[in-house]
């Protein structure tokens, strides 16, 4: 059965750091396309990076250069550093599956990041 | 960038009734449109991949259809779990982007 839970959501003050961590059962995470979609409150979803399996990483513009996504091959683990938190980053962020035809298939719970002073 | 755009931004229908759900790419896309369900404090779930495919484990009142710009999910014969939040999704290269959403509620 496939299973992504993801962790390390919580309070941070503006300009903080947090890593969100994602471990996926069922599936190699490394043979995959990996993503990360945000759902700040009230809100739609923001599709937020991407990594696919050759190790290729693509950002959405509101997160280039702050949020840096990666894997752990031998944890099964998919992760997203997230530096220079802004307020507008609050959200729930979920992992995903993404398939090569670009739908997202597989979703964590979510874990919710609040930015705040 | 690829603009989604959906509508209407809410649905009031009763159980039983047809919803026919829209959302427009702001240039031609390619058939990887998908949509989603998402419940309150739920993640989304997959129900339509490729503009028109049935997800596995999507019953068949779920259909989508459409291409170029304008693509269609419908619900046929709404049940009372189908009210809920509706979400397209496309490919461009390498950015993904999501429609703004479609609330579908009981009337």
């Known amino acids: 059965e496939v299973q992504l839970v993801e962790s390390g959501g919580g309070l941070i003050q503006p300009g903080g750091s947090l890593r969100l961590s994602c471990a996926a059962s069922g599936f190699t995470v490394s043979s995959n396309y990996m993503s990360w979609v945000r759902q700040a409150p009230g809100k739609g979803l923001e599709w937020v990076s991407v990594i696919y399996s050759g190790g290729s990483t693509y950002y959405a513009d509101s997160v280039k250069g702050r949020f840096t996504i990666s894997r752990d091959n031998s944890k099964n683990t998919l992760y997203l550093q997230m530096n220079s938190l802004r307020a507008e980053d609050t959200a729930v962020y979920y992992c995903?599956?993404?398939?090569?035809?670009?739908?997202?298939?597989?979703w964590g719970q979510g874990t919710l990041v609040t930015v705040s002073s | 960038d690829i603009v989604l755009t959906q509508s209407p931004a809410t649905l009031s229908l009763s159980p039983g009734e047809r919803a026919t759900l829209s959302c427009r790419a702001s240039q031609t896309i390619s058939s990887y449109l998908a949509w989603y369900q998402q419940k309150p404090g739920q993640a989304p779930r997959l129900l339509i991949y490729d503009a028109s495919n049935r997800a596995t484990g999507i019953p068949a009142r779920f259909s989508g259809s459409g291409s170029g710009t304008d693509f269609t999910l419908t619900i046929s014969n709404l049940e009372p779990e189908d009210f809920a939040v509706y979400y397209c999704q496309q490919r461009n290269n390498w950015l993904y982007t999501f429609g703004q959403g479609t609330k579908l509620e009981i009337k």
């Open positions: 995903a599956r993404l398939t090569e035809i670009a739908a997202f298939d597989y």
